[in-house]
């Protein structure tokens, strides 16, 4: 009995195992922290990697049909022209390209533009998520340790009624 008496007059013994408690409570939030990072970072990846196919599938669709348009028209003026046709050639070239290039670049910034939205917004929601289970672990931890001080301060105001 003295020993038992002896071990919890110490004081130290109640911190060092809060300590603990608290240390492993604080490891494995950061460890499921590190976990959705990592499961939010590949779905971001994945969802990037869909949306970069779909977009390149449709860039060469557009560039293939401009491709064949551009060979049609360019059939056509040939067998109708006797005159320069190089200078015609380079300069339905040059039109085909700036309206391209115009084009392409506009789909290309709408679309990259739409799909950072669309990954924002799932990051923001997912670090709101995670936000508030923190929050609510830190709350239960608070009272955690409200609990501990009341039990150890009627602990120390009982053990000085006995001496």
């Not at 391209?100 to 799932?122: D, F, G, P, W, Y």
Request: with cysteine; aromatic share 8%.
């Amino acid at each position: 009995m003295s020993s038992l008496t002896l071990f919890n007059s110490s004081g130290s013994m109640p911190f060092l195992a809060l300590s603990a408690v608290f240390s492993f409570i604080i490891l494995a939030m950061f460890m499921e922290i590190i976990a959705m990072w990592m499961i939010l970072k590949q779905k971001i990846s994945d969802e990037l990697s869909a949306h970069d196919i779909k977009i390149n599938t449709s860039i060469t669709a557009e560039i293939t049909k401009i491709k064949n348009e551009i060979n049609t028209k360019i059939v056509d003026d040939l067998s109708s022209r006797d005159g320069n046709i190089t200078a015609e050639i380079e300069r339905i070239l040059n039109d085909v390209y700036k309206k391209l290039s115009a084009e392409v670049n506009t789909r290309i910034a709408n679309e990259l533009s739409a799909r950072l939205s669309e990954v924002n917004s799932t990051f923001t929601a997912e670090l709101g998520r995670i936000n508030n289970e923190l929050t609510a672990e830190i709350a239960k931890i608070n009272s955690r340790d409200a609990g501990y001080v009341s039990e150890v301060q009627k602990f120390y105001q009982c053990d000085y009624l006995f001496d």
